[in-house]
């Protein structure tokens, strides 16, 4: 019986792959022609390096989990490699877009002045309003959570540390599954405790929430500043790529071990695999919009020397009088030369891995920092206990020896009571045998 299924279901998958192959490639063709596109145009005007190197690594998020996709779609046998690098990528953008908010503040001098300064207004509302003033210093997480708009500079440093340990640790789990699928031990999509898969779900899931928990809420405190570049657009079509393809691939794992869906791994991949082929097509079709390079085609003019200007008169009539005015207006406009794409990747590549490495670095510093002085506080603890305790014997031991004086001091005592009584009943006996003797002569 369990042969039949197995076959029937065999053959089922057989029949299903080869449309899902033809509608996926459709939809990655589509999402890959226009990423690509858009990834060009800001590598040709890559006018404004410190936002578009980050602007093209959100970008390149599409044709990734396209590629990967649809090559797990076509052989099975890839899937986890192609999840694995899938997820890396997925962290990666994630960081890049918090860097994208932060250059659009004007870097990261900038946006802690900002926050510093908004920290500074609240506060002063607060005090006005007759609420007492937030501890700011000791309840950092508190207010995080609760009041992120009084938290200032430590808010930033929140933010930063929830993208980068996210990208870390997803890295870091990735190449975990890698190894535990080598041993056997890994169980990808069973959620068995036995296995390693639920317990690094658990782990990225928490990971995840919280990295884009920091982000929305420095999105809640800057969004007002960020208002020119319509950061609402761009953060949902950004959350929608992250937080549903997660979630997604978490659901049809959960389905199939409840056996709503067929559990056979072929097919949990496949339906995750063609879902998301799908969908990096229409979030290709939005980055053209919430990410055009349009807005990078404009420079300042005072970059460049020659500036061509076409002047355009119009005459007004006036209808109460017979006078006419003329209007004169004149347009100024910069040809934006294009810039080399080999030099825009080179910068993107360079000066964004330099920023990456510099952040992560950074990160594990500050995660490092509070174990070195945990462990430098327990090994004080120690030391302490150390010296205590070799006080504390050695006071038992000047105690010992004090009562050995003690002692024997009171041996002596005793010990010249003792000849003190010999000697008198020495005396006694001396006193005895002479009255005898004098007795005897009388």
């Known amino acids: 019986m369990a042969s039949f299924y197995i076959s029937l279901y065999m053959n089922m998958y057989r029949d299903l792959q080869e449309p899902a192959l033809v509608i996926g490639g459709c939809f990655v063709l589509v999402a890959l022609i226009l990423s690509l596109l858009l990834i060009f145009q800001h590598l040709r005007y890559y006018s404004n390096p410190a936002e578009q190197k980050w602007i093209v690594g959100v970008i390149f998020m599409v044709p990734v989990y396209a590629v990967e996709s649809i090559l797990s779609l076509w052989n099975p046998k890839l899937s986890l490699a192609c999840d694995i690098l899938r997820n890396c990528y997925e962290a990666f953008a994630l960081y890049s877009f918090g860097s994208y908010l932060i250059a659009c503040l004007g870097g990261e001098r ?18 006005l309003g007759g609420e007492e003033k937030p501890e700011t210093q000791k309840r950092t997480l508190y207010n995080f959570i609760f009041h992120p708009y009084v938290v200032g500079k430590n808010l930033f440093t929140i933010e ?7 990208m870390i640790l997803k890295t870091v789990c990735a190449f975990l599954a890698l190894i535990m699928e080598i041993f056997g031990v890994y169980g990808d999509g069973k959620f068995n405790w036995h296995c390693g898969y639920p317990y690094i779900t658990v782990v990225l899931n928490f990971s995840q929430m919280w990295a884009l928990y920091c982000l929305v809420q420095f999105y809640n405190v800057t969004h007002h500043k960020l208002q020119p570049i319509k ?11 992250v937080f549903a393809t997660w979630w997604q691939g978490v659901g049809i794992a959960f389905m199939c071990s409840l056996r709503v869906l067929p559990k056979e791994r072929k097919f949990q991949t496949g339906l995750q695999d063609l879902l998301i082929c799908l969908e990096m097509a229409v979030a290709a079709i939005a980055h053209v919009f919430v990410f055009s390079a349009k807005p990078y085609h ?3 003019t005072s970059l460049y020397e020659e500036i061509s200007a076409r002047k355009v008169e119009k005459t007004l ?16 406009k910069v040809e934006v ?11 993107i590549v360079v000066e964004g891995g330099q920023k990456v490495m510099k952040d992560v670095i950074l990160t594990v510093n500050q995660a490092i920092e509070p174990v070195e002085k945990g462990m430098t506080k327990i090994q004080e603890t120690f030391h302490q206990t150390s010296v205590d305790n070799e006080r504390e014997e050695k006071q038992e031991t000047e105690i010992k020896i004090e009562e050995q004086e003690e002692n024997l001091t009171g041996d002596n005592r005793y010990k010249r009571e003792t000849e003190i009584k010999v000697e008198e009943q020495e005396q006694n006996l001396s006193g005895d045998n002479r009255s005898q003797v004098s007795v005897s002569r009388d």
């Open 231 to 241: 950061p609402l657009a761009k953060f949902i079509s950004f959350k929608a790529i």
């Open 317 to 332: 009539n006036i209808e109460d009088g017979e006078k006419s005015a003329v209007v004169e207006k004149i347009e100024a």
């Open 110 to 127: 900038q946006v802690v002045e900002l926050l510093e300064n908004e920290s500074g207004k609240h506060i002063n509302q607060s005090l």
């Open 337 to 347: 030369p294009g810039t080399s794409v080999a030099e825009s990747v080179q910068d």
């Open 160 to 166: 930063k540390f929830g993208l980068v340990q996210y």
């Open 298 to 300: 404009l420079v300042p």
